[in-house]
């Protein structure tokens, strides 16, 4: 029975599976395994009714392509949780958005706190620069719409260079709070937005502008914790203005040793002046006893 295919011109045979077809094949491939031997192990056969191509060819079947730039930013946002979560000793909680509209690559919590993360933009760099001898620098350049420039006290920027030979981050890595990197790393305005650049030395002994904000990839955890503790809690590092008459409510941290009615007020109020704590209601057992 002969046909013609669709995706080529030429006519291919097919013949009904029978027991002398399969005895026929059978013979076809004791004989190409022969040839394969006599060939020095690659399949080199062509029968009747099946074409074997060769798998150990000298070509790979693939062409290998230099990492694109959202690549290299997985791999970077990657390196940068697992190196915070398993430096973190279990107090790390990491977020990540599904979608990175405000420049945030992941928000960083303390576990179990009801106290507000800080977030972290990632940059990381997949080579280094040499400038005036032998001395590597971590080099970085980008641009932010102006619209996207934030100097959120609670916005950190977390630069690094990966070596993609042994998988990991290089140390030393930095960790820059938003306002202090949008001031040092300022290079100039360019199509509606702002460049920033950063050029940090990797030397040990480096004193450069970049050197106090340094950190250890294995002391990550730990630095991120110590930013979370002593973050403010509003957006805004500048002491908010009140009217003369408002009254400032808060979580107390710790609970009163002594409080008394105050009306019909529960819990208490503590105030100081125009400012006053919220002390938690006395539960039922504390009341009888």
């Given at each position: 029975m002969?046909t013609?295919?669709?995706?080529?011109?030429?006519l291919?045979t097919?013949t009904?599976?029978?027991s002398?077809?399969?005895?026929a094949?059978s013979?076809?491939?004791?004989?190409a395994?022969?040839r394969r031997a006599?060939?020095?192990g690659?399949?080199?056969?062509?029968g009747?009714?099946?074409?074997?191509?060769?798998?150990?060819?000298?070509r790979p079947?693939y062409?290998s392509?230099?990492?694109?730039?959202v690549?290299?930013?997985?791999?970077?946002?990657?390196?940068?949780l697992?190196?915070?979560?398993?430096?973190?000793?279990?107090?790390?909680?990491?977020?990540?958005?599904?979608?990175d509209?405000e420049?945030r690559?992941?928000?960083i919590?303390?576990?179990?706190k009801?106290?507000?993360?800080?977030?972290?933009?990632?940059?990381v760099?997949?080579s280094?620069?040499?400038?005036?001898?032998?001395?590597q620098y971590?080099?970085?350049?980008?641009?932010?719409?102006?619209?996207?420039?934030?100097?959120d006290?609670?916005?950190?920027?977390?630069?690094?260079?990966?070596?993609?030979?042994?998988?990991?981050?290089?140390d030393p890595a930095?960790?820059?709070?938003?306002?202090?990197?949008?001031k040092?790393?300022?290079?100039?305005?360019?199509?509606?937005g702002?460049?920033?650049?950063?050029v940090?030395?990797?030397?040990p002994?480096?004193?450069?502008?970049?050197?106090?904000?340094?950190?250890?990839?294995i002391?990550?955890g730990?630095?991120?914790?110590?930013?979370?503790?002593e973050?403010?809690?509003t957006?805004?590092?500048?002491?908010l203005?009140?009217p003369?008459?408002s009254?400032w409510?808060?979580?107390?941290?710790?609970?009163?040793?002594?409080?008394?009615?105050?009306?019909p007020?529960s819990?208490?109020?503590?105030s100081?002046?125009?400012?006053?704590?919220?002390?938690?209601?006395?539960?039922?057992?504390?009341?009888?006893a």
């Amino acid at each position: 029975m002969t046909t013609r295919s669709r995706c080529c011109s030429r006519l291919t045979t097919t013949t009904p599976i029978t027991s002398s077809s399969v005895a026929a094949s059978s013979q076809t491939w004791r004989a190409a395994g022969r040839r394969r031997a006599s060939s020095g192990g690659r399949w080199s056969v062509t029968g009747r009714a099946l074409q074997v191509p060769e798998m150990n060819s000298r070509r790979p079947s693939y062409t290998s392509m230099p990492l694109s730039p959202v690549q290299k930013g997985a791999i970077g946002q990657f390196a940068f949780l697992a190196a915070a979560l398993a430096t973190g000793k279990g107090q790390v909680e990491a977020y990540t958005p599904a979608v990175d509209n405000e420049g945030r690559d992941a928000e960083i919590r303390r576990h179990l706190k009801s106290a507000p993360g800080i977030s972290i933009q990632v940059k990381v760099t997949f080579s280094t620069v040499a400038e005036g001898g032998s001395a590597q620098y971590l080099s970085q350049r980008f641009a932010l719409p102006v619209n996207r420039v934030q100097n959120d006290p609670r916005l950190w920027y977390f630069f690094a260079y990966y070596d993609a030979s042994e998988l990991r981050l290089h140390d030393p890595a930095f960790l820059v709070p938003a306002h202090v990197f949008h001031k040092m790393g300022r290079s100039g305005h360019r199509k509606g937005g702002i460049s920033f650049v950063i050029v940090a030395s990797l030397a040990p002994g480096s004193r450069d502008q970049w050197s106090p904000y340094r950190v250890a990839p294995i002391d990550l955890g730990k630095r991120l914790l110590k930013i979370i503790d002593e973050a403010p809690l509003t957006t805004s590092s500048r002491a908010l203005k009140l009217p003369p008459d408002s009254v400032w409510l808060g979580r107390a941290r710790r609970p009163l040793a002594s409080s008394s009615a105050t009306g019909p007020l529960s819990p208490s109020l503590t105030s100081v002046g125009h400012r006053a704590r919220v002390a938690p209601a006395p539960s039922p057992l504390a009341r009888s006893a």
